[in-house]
């Protein structure tokens, strides 16, 4: 039996299967090793509570605790105020002064709209909001409030701001909404002050709200094949850096989070789904509590309180803080806050994935096309691993020469398989034949192939990015499938080159390993796929020209 082929296909199979399940895990749909999916896709039934939803003070409480019910809940029917730049149109209710609307207008969809990331809908709520609570649950300006006008239009420098102000018992909090041209981040300031002397202590909450649904993404086979990453509540702290929460946890109370960020480190929470996130990052001068929550069937939420202290009468105190609503793009985020580039996550392998995405990254800053710079990219990758490649290739012709002496013996030992065993190490030892030497190559690249993998189905300056002709919009599956249609052909034309194996089922396997592979690649990103089919026509030249020379070497 040819050992070396087995265990190179079982590899190469194992591979494949690795990433289908990473695939069907990312839909949503139940790991082929078992277990359930990551995150729900119920959709919201009651996007507006019925009941009052402001969190309990975590300081002094338990964390992570949830909300005490009361009455009085505002349904956002109320007036919107709209503010925006050049990349963002964000709608910002009267009601809570919360940001319930958020349109992407350089990210488009399908039908070329601009991304609605936040929205307030029967069906879906995604939403960033805030407000103040106090120990003893005091009547306070809050998200449920009726907020006024105070002020609007653009500063000195030529930003567009809105000014919305609330008044409860006493204390009044002034929104300060202000959005940069070009810009993602919105810069959030909050003013209270107090009209009569209070010894209470008061506490600002930031938090993100959504349903547990994931998004579609819109492509070739609908939101059935379309391939989406983590969809939940994230957050950073200097100690404990990047902390996913997966909805399901926050259902049954066990949400792990760090409870607290101390003074003077940085920290933010966030809301994920693919390609695009939101990000509550309040200033660092005083100690924060995160927590997370269960607010309604199917709605959760994420925030950080902000101790703002005794508001004395006649004075003000001002938190500010950044609320990033946009895509996420790697550069972009690094320049923001800190870890803030982490909402792009590769997983496991981000340690060889961030490489790979800076020099695909520099090659594009050159080439100006997504789909060359994964060619270039892909060639770079096979001249590295060439030394490995070649000595695999050369490994692969000689056993190709030795087939007919492989083809003798096992006639010569018929039934005799121990003995067959034998007669064919013996000969791979005086032919210096390595049965394995093909293995490690492939071994070495599965790791770097998977790691192209999340590169390119996490980044999103591949959305909506063509490369030529018929593919334009590498993110998503081949809508013709020819580039499928080449791999499975350049598959094939690999197992011709490779030597027979002398197991009948097992060559077979071989024969058929190209179709079944291709099939599966049809629901992959195109990207993936360009990268897939050009590295396997650089091996097919490769290992054309290999047993070329091999060939005549034999005919001397």
């Not at 994964?374 to 020469?401: D, G, H, N, Q, W």
């Not at 580039?483 to 197992?495: C, D, E, G, K, N």
Request: net charge positive; charged share 15%; glycine share 8%.
């Amino acid at each position: 039996m040819d050992f070396k082929k087995t265990i190179l296909w079982a590899v190469f199979s194992l591979s494949g299967l690795m990433l289908y399940n990473n695939w069907m895990v990312h839909e949503g749909r139940p790991s082929l090793f078992g277990g359930t999916p990551a995150t729900t896709s119920q959709q919201a039934q009651n996007p507006t509570a019925s009941k009052s939803d402001v969190p309990a003070q975590v300081s002094g409480a338990t964390p992570n605790a949830a909300a005490p019910i009361a009455t009085g809940a505002v349904a956002d029917a109320g007036e919107r105020f709209v503010l925006k730049n050049d990349v963002l149109v964000l709608e910002i209710s009267a009601n809570g002064a919360n940001v319930v609307d958020a349109k992407l207008l350089k990210e488009l969809t399908a039908d070329q709209k601009p991304v609605e990331l936040f929205q307030q809908t029967p069906t879906h709520t995604y939403i960033a909001r805030s407000g103040l609570i106090a120990m003893g649950n005091a009547d306070l300006p809050n998200h449920t409030s009726v907020f006024k006008l105070a002020q609007s239009g653009k500063d000195g420098s030529g930003k567009p701001f809105i000014v919305l102000s609330s008044e409860r018992n006493g204390v009044k909090l002034e929104k300060t909404f202000i959005l940069t041209p070009g810009s993602y981040v919105v810069d959030v300031g909050h003013r209270v002050t107090q009209a009569t002397a209070s010894t209470t202590p008061l506490v600002l909450y930031t938090e993100i709200l959504r349903d547990g649904s994931q998004e579609q993404k819109i492509g070739p086979f609908g939101g059935a094949f379309s391939a989406s990453t983590f969809t939940g509540p994230a957050v950073y702290t200097d100690g404990e850096k990047f902390k996913k929460v997966q909805f399901s946890d926050i259902e049954k109370n066990k949400a792990s989070i760090p409870n607290q960020v101390p003074a003077g480190q940085p920290g933010w929470v966030a809301m994920v789904q693919h390609y695009f996130a939101s990000a509550w990052i309040p200033g660092d001068k005083v100690t924060r509590d995160i927590y997370t929550g269960k607010v309604d069937n199917d709605l959760y939420r994420v925030g950080m309180q902000i101790p703002l202290g005794v508001v004395v009468p006649g004075n003000a105190i001002i938190e500010k803080a950044q609320l990033f609503i946009g895509p996420q793009e790697e550069r972009m985020l690094e320049s923001v806050a800190p870890g803030l580039e982490l909402l792009k996550d590769y997983g496991y392998l981000t340690i060889l994935a961030k490489p790979i995405f800076w020099l695909l990254e520099k090659i594009h800053s050159y080439v100006g096309n997504w789909g060359w710079s994964i060619i270039l990219l892909t060639i770079f990758i096979k001249l590295v691993f060439f030394p490995l490649s070649a000595a695999s290739y050369k490994s692969m012709a000689r056993m190709k020469e030795v087939q007919p002496r492989l083809a003798l013996m096992k006639e010569q030992f018929k039934g005799e398989p121990q003995k067959l065993n034998q007669a064919m190490m013996e000969m791979y030892r005086k032919e210096k034949i390595n049965p394995l030497g093909g293995c490690l190559p492939v071994v070495i690249q599965i790791p770097v192939f998977i790691s192209l993998y999340w590169v390119l189905l996490s980044s999103v300056e591949m959305r909506g990015a063509p490369w030529v002709m018929w593919i334009q919009d590498l993110s998503v599956p081949d809508p013709y499938y020819i580039l499928p249609i080449i791999m499975a052909a350049s598959m094939f034309v690999q197992t011709k080159l490779n030597p027979t194996p002398p197991d009948p089922i097992q060559a077979k396997v071989m024969m058929y390993m190209p179709i079944v592979f291709s099939i599966m690649f049809f629901f992959f990103p195109a990207g993936l796929v360009l990268y897939w089919v050009t590295n396997n026509l650089l091996s097919i030249a490769q290992q054309w020209q290999i047993n070329k020379l091999f060939g005549k070497k034999a005919a001397q």
